[in-house]
């Protein structure tokens, strides 16, 4: 049994039954009957569909938004911002996936008689393991694309937004989705491990890299496709040219933001020594200003952690860098009483022995470290054995796209941060995955591809 707690009170919102294994085979089975009669269906009919499932998240999305916080801690101008800004995403989606994915001819040669094609088939049934961070971000990332593209999925949402995910399903049902080509998975990990025992033809990933590593083992006994979208240790680098408040502003909400549970948090910052000093204390300034509170209060910024036992964790953190020598300058503990808060902390004088700037913190905790020149910003962002996002703040844009052309991340950010757009892939290099979404690549991701070499006689 599944017991659903709320993050800032420890009450139980609700008892689920998690899948048994004859649950999990029956949603299997069903996947496989219903999804080639979903593929043989013209596109324009998955189109309306997942047109009709966007006008019911839009219609819903305040609802949608209070179960999200509810269950998972995220302030509620957070969790609408994240119902609204998923509507942009599906309408990505909605408008290319039929271009992206149409028969293309690369050679017609009447002479020798020969076609060259290049067409995209479903891969099948997908298994979408989603995290609970950003679940419509995650999750529709994958499931939009996938049932676009002809597959069914079988959704497990984390054991932490559920009742998000059952949410998710009630309104693909609602928008005419069978039951058979879009089904929740419900449970903790071992559902999830349970999922990849079943014959799916691909697994799309969102979480942790211990997991992922799991997941990526379990996937290679049988070759399928595998996509891990994993964590990352993401660092912004503070030139001395910059407007210091602003520059405070966009970081320290990149750092914070969501409690600092987001993959693309900012979890590293690097700060000319020119402006060090400034820059600190601004941005110790703007962080003692945070509201820290229930997350249904409108003026709440930072809410509770959606994990208790992450607490112990950021308290290992903390203590790690107190040994080691660095600066605390706010915050660096958690909050007595009930619900999983922990105080928005900042660091200066670290260095990469301390697990603050190697490991992925997931929290709201910073480290600030003073940089003397680009070349040593570069080699401290390279640092790391994630590569996520990587950004610097200067006025000078040339500058910038040569520290960028050298960081080793999947996106790369100039005077901004913590962001991702639909028109763009998005992708991890090292342990921060394999494989991409969004854009139209992340259309094709859910396709296999195939070459067609045909002579007439
Ligand atoms: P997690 O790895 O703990 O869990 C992710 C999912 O895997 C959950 O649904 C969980 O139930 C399932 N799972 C757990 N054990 C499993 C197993 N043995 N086999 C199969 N499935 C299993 O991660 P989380 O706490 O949900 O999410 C936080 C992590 O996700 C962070 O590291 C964060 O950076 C990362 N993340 C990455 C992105 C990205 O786009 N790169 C986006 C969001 C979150």
């Known amino acids: 049994m599944l017991r659903i707690l709320n993050p800032a009170s420890h009450s139980v919102i609700r008892e689920i039954e998690e899948e048994t294994p004859a649950s999990l085979r029956r949603k299997y089975e069903e996947a496989r009957e219903a999804q080639p009669l979903w593929a043989a269906i013209p596109g324009t009919e998955r ?179 595998t996509q891990l979208e994993l964590g990352g240790k993401d660092p912004i680098y503070v030139c001395e040219d910059v407007d210091i408040a602003a520059a405070v502003a966009g970081v320290a909400d990149g750092a914070f933001y969501n409690s600092g549970q987001s993959c693309c948090s900012v979890e590293r910052l690097y700060v000319h020594a020119a402006i060090h000093d400034a820059f600190v204390e601004a941005f110790v300034a703007e962080v003692k200003g945070y509201r820290m509170g229930e997350p249904m209060d409108e003026a709440t910024y930072i809410g509770p952690l959606a994990r208790q036992p992450h607490i112990a964790y950021l308290k290992h953190q903390v203590a790690d860098a107190r040994a080691k020598g660095a600066k605390l300058l706010t915050g660096g503990k958690s909050v007595p009483g009930k619900g999983n808060y922990f105080e928005p902390t900042v660091f200066s004088q670290v260095n990469h022995d301390m697990l603050l700037m190697r490991e992925e913190t997931f929290g709201p905790i910073i480290g600030i470290q003073k940089v003397n020149d680009d070349a040593e910003a570069v080699r401290l962002m390279n640092d790391t054995e994630y590569g996520l996002t990587a950004g610097v703040y200067t006025r000078d844009g040339e500058r910038a796209r040569k520290i960028l052309a050298q960081v080793h991340a999947g996106s790369a950010y100039w005077n901004c941060c913590d962001r991702v757009s639909p028109r763009l892939p998005w992708s991890g290099v090292g342990h921060s995955g394999v494989g991409l979404t969004l854009s139209t690549y992340g259309i094709q991701a859910f396709t296999r591809t195939k070459a067609w070499h045909l002579r007439a006689v």
């Open 47 to 225: 189109l309306a569909a997942i047109r009709r499932f966007r006008e019911l998240l839009e219609t819903h999305a305040a609802s949608l938004a209070d179960t999200l916080t509810e269950e998972m801690g995220k302030p509620i101008k957070q969790s609408r911002s994240e119902l609204a800004g998923v509507l942009a995403r599906i309408d990505f989606f909605l408008e290319h996936t039929q271009s992206t994915l149409a028969d293309e001819t690369v050679l017609d040669d009447p002479g020798e008689k020969l076609t060259e094609r290049i067409s995209h088939e479903p891969l099948g049934v997908i298994a979408n393991i989603s995290a609970w961070n950003y679940p419509y971000f995650v999750g529709s990332n994958v499931f939009v694309p996938a049932l676009l593209a002809g597959n069914a999925v079988l959704y497990k949402p984390s054991e932490f937004a559920t009742l998000t995910g059952l949410a998710i399903e009630k309104l693909m049902r609602a928008a005419g989705i069978p039951k058979g080509v879009f089904a929740a998975v419900i449970g903790a990990g071992s559902v999830g491990a349970a999922t990849l025992k079943l014959e799916v033809d691909g697994v799309f990933f969102t979480g942790s890299l211990a997991i992922g590593q799991k997941i990526a083992a379990a996937a290679s006994k049988r070759m399928i496709r």
